[in-house]
Structures are given as structure tokens and as C-alpha cells.
């Protein structure tokens, strides 16, 4: 099955993966334990699925069975955080945007490593450009991807414009490994276990994750999905 957040529509559809129908919807606008305000990311695996529940300011966990609630985590969001998520084996990556507490005119990304099963934070680290250290508007684009032991992520800067960055860095302490630039205008990235594929075109680069894989960019150029 496939899960899709309807951000608009203030819930998440289940599809099937065969042919694409909705098998099901979860979510109405509200503010109870069980209601969805403009939900921006979701994450599923065998026996869970932790989704963004940004109007709410919380992350909330599911059980895939039934939907049922199971945890319910507070999120400190002070604007629209276009939150990403991504599930390991044992862990919850969370990426989203925040205004800066140094500077209310500035962003910045913050990425998250959490205990899947709890959702209690184990590492969390501001995202820059490589050997940046100062303040932007960084803003995180489409999603955070797993590939390896690595994560993904892309960002741009609006005092830089025209170029985009993708890192990976490790997944254990958040190092960074390597950064490429893009000036492209939009992408997306799909790792491990993401079963995405464009339709009218591919664009592949290797950036040194294990021999053979491979992390995959989607384009939008000229309002062409490529």
C-alpha cells in the first residue's frame, strides 16, 4: 500500500499499490487526539506510521493495523515547517523548518534523530551548507531520504539564489559526509525502500553510499514533471 499525506484535505489516504484507488482516508480537521490539521509528512513501516501533524504542532504515531493512536509527541513549530520524515530499522529522522532564535528575519533546518517506538529524541542538529556557519534563510526542500547508513537531505538558501544543496551525512551523529549543488529548480530525493520512479525522465547521481545504489533526483523544469 501506498500513504499519502492530503495536506489541503486535512487527513492521509491509504492507496493501493496495484492500481492506484484509496482504500482508505484517515483524518478531519480539529484539534482532538484523533482529529489532523495540514498534515506534511508520513512514514510507514511494518507495524506503524508516524505522521507530521503540523497545524497541530505534534507528530503522531499509528498503529498500521487499525489507525489507532499510539503516541503523540509536541513539536515547538513557529512557522509552516514543511516537515519531513523518514523511518530506519530503529529510528524516526525529522526534518522541518524554524525561524531562527537568534534572528526572527532568519530560517533554519533542524534534523532529528528519534526512537521510533516512542518518539523520544536522541540527536538533533541545525543544518548548513558546508563550512557555513552563519545566518540565512535556509529552507528544506521536498523530503529527507535513508540510503545505508546515510542520510539525505536537501535545502536551499534565499540569500543564495539559483543554487541548492543536497547532503549526506551520517545517520549515528548527523556528521557530514559529502555535499553536492544543484541550480536546478526543484528536486526530490527517494532512498531505501521509497518505491518512486519519474515517469518521463531519470537523472541519477552516486554520492558514495555503497557500491551499486544509487540516490534518485526528481526535476521540475519549465512546469514538466521530469
Known sequence: DVYVVDTLNNRFKILSADDGSVLRTYGEL???????????????????????????????????????????????YNLTAETSLALSPFNLFVAYNVISPEDIRYKEIVLEKRNKADGSLLNRKIVRPKNDIGLSTYTIKPD???????????FSDASDEG???????????????????????QFGLAGDGLAYLPILATRKINLNAKIGEFLQLKYLDSGLDN
Not at 39 to 56: C, K, S
Not at 144 to 153: D, Q, T
Open 144 to 154: 529527507i531520504c535513508l540510503l545505508g547508513n546515510f542520510v539525505f537531505i536537501s
Open 30 to 76: 480539529g484539534r482532538l487526539t484523533t482529529s489532523v490539521h495540514e498534515p506534511t509528512g508520513i512514514a510507514v513501516d511494518d507495524t506503524r506510521v508516524w505522521l507530521a501533524d503540523e497545524g497541530n504542532n505534534r507528530l503522531v504515531q499509528y498503529n498500521r493495523g487499525d489507525l489507532s493512536v499510539k503516541t503523540i509527541i509536541r513539536m515547538d
Open 163 to 185: 543554487v541548492y544543496y543536497i547532503q549526506k551525512r551520517l545517520q549515528s551523529d548527523f556528521s557530514l559526509v559529502d555535499e553536492v549543488k544543484s541550480s536546478k529548480i
